[in-house]
């Protein structure tokens, strides 16, 4: 202890703010681009209308930003190349409620202290800007300049005097791709700002500011400005809210699908985030619909309460990292696809969806059709809008009424399913007594083509359209989704047996049902364990057969062990899987009119129509015009 004790004379130093500057430029400036990403930040934070990035060898010689923003005094001009010099936060408080793009503070010392940089800056009511140079951290000059209103930042050599840095940059192609992707993204969260690049003299972009009409007519035509105008021909719109949580932007139809991510652009309240999660889950919602190896065009804003999501967990700010991780995910997932799900239908089918959710929030009172009542809108909408469209309309129940339907969340066991698994004479008896049209408009309904192509596709045209759809699929995407649904809701209905009775089981199946009795109790099975290996079956989804309770149980389990093994999905989505899979009808089930009707009218109402849950097409479309070309017309 005492030879310690002598030593008075501590090997701790604080470092001089130079060096530690360019020990923390490290992390702040990595490359060219990460220099012209917190310029741009900081003339779009300064309020400009227009943001210049000027270029010269891929930034390694210069990175210019010219701004028309609120400028600096002479004293902002030298302060602002400190270390945690900012005008942006003062409090912690602050830190929570950010809005502005920078607020550390280290940008301009970070790149101060590894390059050459030439400050001029102009307040409107200052009759003279100031000139500043900063040379690998020391400022070498301070003088009153002649200067338009505003600032420029030219940030030359970088990392000249770190050797190492400077070999490690990539080949100027690379490094001009980053440049141009920052300088992507930057633009597109503000089209309303004009924004141009120059490198080595040529000018590579020209955007106009975008400022008429709202949230999406600029953002599309900013799209359209920096990829070309068959981008903004082929976007998807979103717009959608949760209780804490909102995003809007475009996501690209499936067919416009990019070989590569980098034309993923995800925002969070206005800050450019890369998110690896949530570009899986824009993925994830186009359910198979795009080709392997390619991904989605998206430009999607997130908005949330700043105090859920940290944006500060990396230097260059380009993580994030949110409360409800998972929830975040599934909302994006979810708006995604229902975004995509509504694309490329007529607005009918969506027009009809969107008041079949209104009717279900929850506070309405619901209905679910029992006995011989008949859903209210079961007469799609399906020939199209006009008088009859009207009538529908007029015939559905008020909101707030006593009996708004529940239909799109909560499958009801007088709709589809039942007319799907009456008794085949029943059905094809119903076409002419039960379904007897009631009115004018649902005569017409009636007399709609709906046929069935050998007992495996049902065919109908509607609006110069001819649409066939594989009935197998179709009805495993709607039971798919009316499974996921009530797992989620945990709301299942049951078709309660007359006669509840015991089930043996392997040791095996016993055990997996045991492990599945939750969920399967969301999706109506009403299972109880009893001894040994039996259980007692009170109740089964309205999906399956009665009757065929065991068969219906034990094919389920094949079902889902064959899934697990194959695909190791989640065990809710496996569940919803297998219960589409046992439950759909097959080829070769012949349908009545009515039956091929609702068919219809419930796949137009899922989320996502298009596919069947492990991604084969549902429904092929031939629009009149593409019959005159295949006539060569
Ligand atoms: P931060 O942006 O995190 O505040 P910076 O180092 O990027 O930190 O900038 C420091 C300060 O310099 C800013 O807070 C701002 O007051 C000022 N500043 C930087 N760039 C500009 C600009 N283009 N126009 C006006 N003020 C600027
Ligand atoms: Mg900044």
Known sequence: MSEVAGDVEGVIRVMPETLANKIAAGEVVQRPASVAKELIENAVDAGAEDVELILKKSGRELVQVIDDGCGMSRADAVACFKRHATSKIQSVEDLERIRTLGFRGEALASIGAVAQVELKTK??????????????GKIVETEPCAAPNGTSVAVRNLFFNVPARRNFLKTPATEFKHLAETFQFLSLSEPSIAFGLVHNGNEVYRLPAAAEGNFFDRLSRRIGDLFGEAHARKLVQVEDESSYLSARGFVGEPEFHRRGRDEQFLF??????ESRYLAHAVRAAYDNLLPEGTFPFFTLFLELDPRRVDVNVHPTKAEVKFDDQSGVYGFVKSVVRRALGAQDLTPQFEAHRREAEEDSEEEKPTFSPKGGQRPVSFQPRWEGEGAEGKASAASRPQKGGSSAEKESSAPASGGFSETLYRPRQASSAEDASEEAPQTESERKQVRL??????????VTVREGRLFVIDQAA??????????RRRLEEKGAESQQLLFPHTLEFSAADFELLQELLPDLGALGFDLEPFSGRTVVVRGVPPELRVGEERTSLEALLEQYKANQDQLQLKKRENLAQSLARQGAIRKGHRLSVAEMKALARDLFRCEMPYADPQGRPTVLQLAADELGERFGQ
Do not use: K, M, S
């Not at 307040?123 to 690998?136: F, I, L, P, Y």
């Not at 969070?268 to 985030?273: D, K, M, P, Q």
């Not at 083509?449 to 049902?458: A, G, S, T």
């Open 123 to 136: 307040r409107v009511e200052d009759a003279v800007g100031t000139h500043v140079r900063v040379d690998g």
């Open 474 to 483: 179709a009805h495993r995407r709607i039971l798919y989704e009316r499974a």
């Open 268 to 273: 969070v309240n206005g800050r450019h985030v």
């Open 449 to 458: 083509p709906f046929w069935q192509l050998e007992e495996q596709y049902v």
